[in-house]
């Protein structure tokens, strides 16, 4: 990330901007991304730093710093994550405690104002079947027709 985009909200990248300007406009969103070491990977997370910005995904109150509560801006209905994974359901959940739910649930989506989240993980992508594999996508079309009729 530039230095520039550091300090402010602002960008010289005409493809964040694009990224930021449709965001703001979407009507529900759609992320699908590997479970990579517990967080979205580096790619993506950068692209959460650069266009989920203050001032484009949400704003503080006026004289509030940054430690109070955010008022989100983007007008999205819902928000939908999709995520690969190799860890089984078990390890995940007793070692690890699922971290990306809380992550894309409350500290990304709520942080921005969008409060309807559903998630989908699937999993054990690296020994599935054909067969298992067009489920997945069935669910995953099933969900995204659910929330996006």
């Not at 910005?53 to 509030?64: I, K």
């Not at 709520?110 to 067969?131: K, P, Q, T």
């Amino acid at each position: 990330m530039p230095a520039q985009e550091l300090a402010s909200d602002a960008t010289d990248d005409a493809l964040v901007r694009l990224h930021q300007e449709e965001i703001r406009q979407a009507d529900g969103i759609v992320i699908v991304h590997p479970n990579w070491w517990g967080q979205p990977p580096a790619i993506l997370t950068g692209w959460v730093d650069r266009v989920l910005r203050e001032n484009v995904a949400y704003a503080f109150p006026e004289g509030d710093n940054g430690g109070g509560l955010p008022l989100g801006l983007l007008k999205a209905k819902a928000a939908l994550v999709f995520n690969t994974s190799n860890t089984p359901p078990e390890r995940e959940n007793e070692v690890f405690g699922d971290p990306l739910q809380p992550l894309w649930r409350d500290c990304i989506f709520a942080f921005c104002g969008v409060n309807v989240f559903d998630r989908l993980m699937f999993r054990v992508i690296a020994d599935s079947s054909e067969a298992e594999r067009k489920t997945w996508l069935q669910q995953a079309e099933a969900l995204v027709e659910q929330y996006f009729a």
